[in-house]
Structures are given as C-alpha cells and as structure tokens.
C-alpha cells in the first residue's frame, strides 16, 4: 500500500509533538515506502526551497539538497554570513522576504525562540532543522531506522544516554506519541528539563513509558542504545568541565555488552574517544550510517506531506 500524502499540507514542524501519533506513522511510513522505490513522484516540481544556517551542517545540508532535488525542487542556501540574522536584519523580516520568493523554509538556528519567531513571521511552512531545543529531522529518522533494525516500536525499549539536550527532547515526544519506552540517563543536573516533560505528558498516552534517570546501569531489555556529544555547537567553554562529568556515562564496549542484543545510535558527528569508543561506533551492532541514510527519506517524506501533491 502507498501512503496518502498531504495531511500536513502547509503546516510548519517544529517539534516532533507539532505532530499526532496518526501523523507521524504517516510520516515514516511514506519514508519507508520513498526508499523501497513504492513512491517517486515529485511534488515539488517548480517550487523553490530556501534554507537558513546559523550554524555549520554536513549531513543536514546534504541530506537536505538532495531530497529537494529528488522531489523535483531548487534550493537556495544561506549560511551565517548571507543573513546575519537578528543583526544585520531582524528575524521576522528576513521572513517576510523569503515569503515573496520561495515554497518552503527550512532553518538550523541557534535557539528555539528564534525559530517560533520565524514560523510566525512566515506565511510559508517553516521546518526546524535543528535548534538548541529540538532536533525533529533526525528523530524522523531515527524511529525509521529502528523500525529497520529492531521492528515494531511499540516492543522496543531505547536508552539514551548523555546529555538532556536537543536529541533527548525530541526523543520523548516521539515516545510520547508512539508509546515506546525511552530511558534517557544523565548525569546528575542535566536531565531534560521539566517543560519538556511536561509538554510530552500533554501531547500523548505513553508518556508513562519515559523514565529519567542517573544510573549509567540501567539497561535492562534495552534493545537501542543512542548517544549524543557531550558539548553541542555553542557549548565549547563547558568541554573540559563535561567531559570530567560524563567520562562515567561513555558508551564502551563494557557498556554495551551489558546491554545483549542492543544496537547502538549516534546523531553524529561522534566525538570519538569521548561519549562512544572506535570499538562500538565501528563495530557491528552500530547503525548511526543507516541513521545518516535515513535522514534523506525521513526528511524527503516530510517535505512531501507539507508541500501536497501539485493538482493536476
């Protein structure tokens, strides 16, 4: 069966809870489908794509172009210096221009609050592809490739384990919405904040299956285990500092042979030595390159659900 598109026709993403369960299955199932060749049509043919960078990018940048032109569409790429935005020109007005010549906007900020004023101050749909807050893309890609790996979400049980931090939030929702069990380990202070869980308690009923904790142990029946960089972009000062207190939370071959069976996840890039060993981010159960993969369809099927079918 080929997946119905358009039900987020115009809408912005910001967050994976921008989303319902029934919305987000849709997602991942036309993803699922766009890689197994079930569906090619290009819904933005003659549309235009405009994409903001306020921070670096390599597999968002990519992944991004790529999909465009293989639904048919043109980009334009504006890095730091293009737009400077919030200096040279305000946010919302940078938006209101990009209204006049583009379809879709799609924006890695350095904060959260920036990223709601552009979607605000946009008549076109906005996606988040990457914030300080949330990292919606790469979840969509992550639930596809556990899907992949492991089968039906619904029997898995993901452990994260890190810092609380863009990954971790958008995690949650996503467990929230489709009833996985998620762990998420932190040291001591940095747990996802409380508005986070907050949010997820509102946006779905498996918010029961969320469980915080300190204990790097806590692994049982685990069958994914993901990580993250200790210190994201804007975070250097803090290095020295997190890598004293996570080096107990490093993902090590000793770590993941007592989680049996488990695959291991990383959003990349990998801070190799630090969060994840050569021996385990190289090893056979890792599948962060199929994650890589899949952020191309994850991010294809998307575009295609906010954009529509073009009508005859």
């Known amino acids: 069966m080929i997946p119905a598109v358009a039900s987020l026709r115009g809408r912005d993403f910001l967050d994976v809870g921008d989303l319902d369960p029934a919305e987000l299955r849709s997602v991942l199932e036309l993803a699922h489908a766009i890689k197994a060749g079930r569906w090619a049509e290009r819904p933005l043919e003659g549309r235009h794509v405009a994409m903001l960078f306020q921070k670096p990018s390599h597999r968002t940048r990519v992944s991004f172009e790529v999909g465009i032109a293989r639904l ?10 293009d737009v400077q935005l919030g200096r040279r020109e305000s946010v919302r007005d940078a938006a209101r221009v990009l209204d006049r010549y583009v379809d879709l906007i799609v924006a890695r900020m350095r904060t959260h609050a920036d990223m709601i004023q552009l979607a605000a101050a946009a008549e076109k749909p906005v996606i988040n592809a990457l914030t300080d807050r949330s990292h919606p893309c790469q979840i969509l890609a992550d639930l596809m490739t556990l899907e992949e790996a492991c089968g039906p979400l619904n029997e898995q049980r993901v452990v994260y384990i890190g810092d ?13 919405l489709l009833g996985f069990r998620l762990t998420v380990i932190t040291p001591p202070g940095y747990e996802p904040l409380e508005p986070v869980l907050e949010r997820a308690g509102r946006i779905g009923s498996g918010t029961g ?22 210190a994201s972009m804007g975070q250097e000062d803090q290095r020295a500092t997190r890598r004293q207190l996570f080096a107990p ?8 042979d007592s989680a049996r069976g488990a695959v291991f996840l990383h959003c990349l890039p990998a801070h190799r030595g630090e969060e994840v060993t050569d021996e385990v981010i190289d090893g056979p159960r890792s599948i962060v390159f199929d994650q890589a993969g899949n952020r191309l369809y994850a991010q294809m099927a998307l575009m295609a659900q906010i954009i529509g079918t073009r009508p005859a």
């Open 72 to 81: 048919g569409g043109t980009t334009t790429t504006l890095g730091e210096q």
């Open 164 to 176: 609380g931090n863009n990954i971790a939030t958008s995690l949650i929702e996503a467990a929230a």
């Open 249 to 256: 939370y490093q993902v090590n071959q000793s770590l993941m």
């Open 209 to 230: 299956r969320v469980l915080i904790s300190n204990d790097v142990a806590a692994l049982d029946g685990a069958t994914a285990i993901y990580t993250d960089v200790w």
